[in-house]
């Protein structure tokens, strides 16, 4: 999972150590007057545009460390902005609306339980020389739906079979109608990964990616830098612009920002709304803004004590005034979240987002209720930077005024995220982000399905959850969709089975030698566009 950074400058020792760049009384003010006019930002804005030119090696500042190169075996939404250079998809997406567009393939339905992809050149090959053809994208997906280390299944589950029908064509059978499953062939189970480089390397394919993207993997220092180089054979004409990307690791925003200030790195992207005054002020810096689905939230293991009894869970909820969580950590700038969909999205739901104004008075009620009338202690995730440092603060001080006290562990993202996702299960919740999917059904299904990995417990919530998450993918028409969500968004809420906090905005700043960048709704940066002017 990404995260982005609060708006409150640093304290104590560390803000000296961060000159020139703390924010003064003004400098906050500024960002927070402008988180209004940020939120209602129907596309967001981008970078300069103008005529592409070839040549140079674009640094890009990156907030983590990615927790594998591998699409099917990763487990962070931050992991996107370093796999789509290496990887291509099969379908990609409009970066304002995200309506699915073809990628690599085409697809049509001849009938409600086929899909059919069509390659669009016969001529794309992995970077390591070998053809990506239907027989390769028959690989991929058998391999992202039943391999023991792929955290892809529940995205894969309406897939009955995959078949070869011509060197080009794939026939994909259905064990049921999904018209959510192009859209989830734009992300990580449409990434096509060389099978003979998985045959190979084995689980070193989570270090050594072999993808068929406009970028060739030449190496990867941990916490580091990744080096990618032009792939000359790239199946786009004229891509990509540059002849290389280097992504930098600095989780420290202040001195990735410094470090694109100064000319030595290029863009910074997932950055905060309290430096948005700096990047204004600065004559040689432009910035790109774009509202996105990036929810930060509290996840829950639901399916053990405390938070399996549905009063704590309802508790925790009420005791978060959503709208100061906001202006603390995001300077206003983004929205409040009273469920996991935007106000502006087709699936949200007015009536659900008004299920848990702030009232710590009932939530303490609920608790007494739940036979915890001197309240309780939750364990809880969070990392180590300075901004979500800040933020568990204010979640911490907001749940403490109802009597749920919280025994908080801060680390790096991939270690936070392995205990609460992985086998050790360590935390009672987790302090972090949804980082969004182009399609409702993906957010729901990999957050709440039984045994998807962002559902800490693996269980099933209640099976009226199960059928309508299965419902939702059986038709194409949007009100049909909508409706459907909308139980499956009240069940989700009256269930409490997650607190949403509030919706980021995306912030990339860049030197003006940055050319043709374009953010989109999903606030994962592509840098297919991007081109370096002279």
């Not at 190979?200 to 060739?216: I, T, Y």
């Not at 004590?305 to 005034?321: E, G, S, T, Y």
């Not at 009232?359 to 309780?376: I, Y």
Request: net charge positive; glycine share 6%; proline share 7%.
């Amino acid at each position: 999972m990404t995260h982005a950074t609060d708006p409150t400058g640093p304290t104590g020792p560390q803000a000296a150590a961060l000159s020139p760049l703390t924010l003064s009384r003004r400098d906050l003010l500024l960002a927070a007057l402008s988180g209004a006019a940020l939120a209602a930002l129907p596309g967001g804005l981008a970078l300069a545009q103008g005529a592409p030119r070839k040549g140079g090696v674009i640094r890009i500042v990156a907030p983590a460390n990615p927790s594998s190169l591998d699409p099917a075996t990763g487990g962070a939404g931050s992991d996107h902005s370093s796999l789509w250079p290496i990887y291509d998809t099969l379908m990609e997406w409009e970066n304002d609306t995200l309506k699915v567009i073809p990628g690599m393939a085409e697809w049509t339905t001849p009938d409600p339980q086929t899909l059919l992809l069509k390659l669009r050149s016969d001529k794309i090959k992995f970077h390591d020389g070998t053809p990506m053809d239907a027989e390769a994208v028959k690989f991929n997906l058998d391999r992202n739906r039943s391999d023991a280390r792929s955290n892809l299944k529940a995205d894969l589950s309406s897939i009955a079979s995959v078949e070869v029908a011509s060197p080009t064509e794939v026939r994909i059978k259905l064990n049921q109608p999904d018209a959510a499953l192009p859209a989830i062939l734009t992300d990580r189970a449409g990434m096509m990964i060389s099978p003979k480089a998985v045959k190979e390397f084995g689980n070193e394919s989570d270090r050594k990616p072999v993808g068929a993207g406009p970028w060739k993997f030449v190496s990867w220092a941990d916490n580091d830098k990744i080096l990618l180089t032009r792939n000359e054979t790239y199946w786009k004409p004229n891509k990509p612009y540059t002849d290389g990307v280097e992504i930098l690791i600095i989780p420290d925003q202040a001195t990735g920002l410094r470090s694109v200030t100064s000319g030595q790195n290029h863009m910074i992207y997932n950055l905060s709304s309290r430096y948005k005054p700096l990047v204004d002020k600065a004559k040689n810096l432009t910035l790109a803004t774009s509202p996105t689905l990036y929810c930060f939230q509290i996840y829950f293991n639901y399916s053990r004590a405390p938070l399996n009894n549905v009063k704590v869970r309802q508790a925790i909820n009420l005791a978060i005034d959503r709208p100061a969580f906001l202006r603390a950590t995001l300077g206003g700038m983004g929205e409040p979240a009273y469920m996991l969909m935007p106000a502006s999205h087709w699936a949200y739901d007015k009536q659900v987002a008004t299920l848990y104004p702030y009232d710590p008075a009932r939530a303490k009620k609920l608790l007494a209720e739940a036979g915890m009338p001197n309240g309780l202690e939750i364990t809880m995730g969070s990392y180590n930077d300075q901004d979500s440092v800040r933020r568990a603060e204010v979640i911490m001080e907001m749940l403490g005024k109802a009597g749920i006290r919280v025994k908080l562990t801060n680390g790096s993202i991939a270690e936070i995220s392995g205990q609460f996702f992985g086998t050790e299960k360590k935390f009672d919740s987790l302090l972090s982000a949804w980082t969004g999917r182009p399609d409702p059904s993906m957010t729901y299904s990999l957050g709440f399905a039984k045994g998807a990995y962002y559902n800490a417990g693996r269980s099933e919530a209640s099976p009226e959850l199960t059928a309508l998450l299965q419902e939702s993918r059986t038709r194409e028409d949007l009100e049909f969709r909508k409706q459907v969500f909308s139980k499956i968004q009240r069940i989700v809420m009256e269930q409490a089975l997650v607190a949403p906090l509030a919706f980021r905005a995306e912030l990339v700043a860049s030197t003006q030698q940055v050319k043709g960048f374009k953010p989109n709704l999903l606030g994962k940066p592509k840098f297919d566009d991007v081109w370096l002017a002279s």
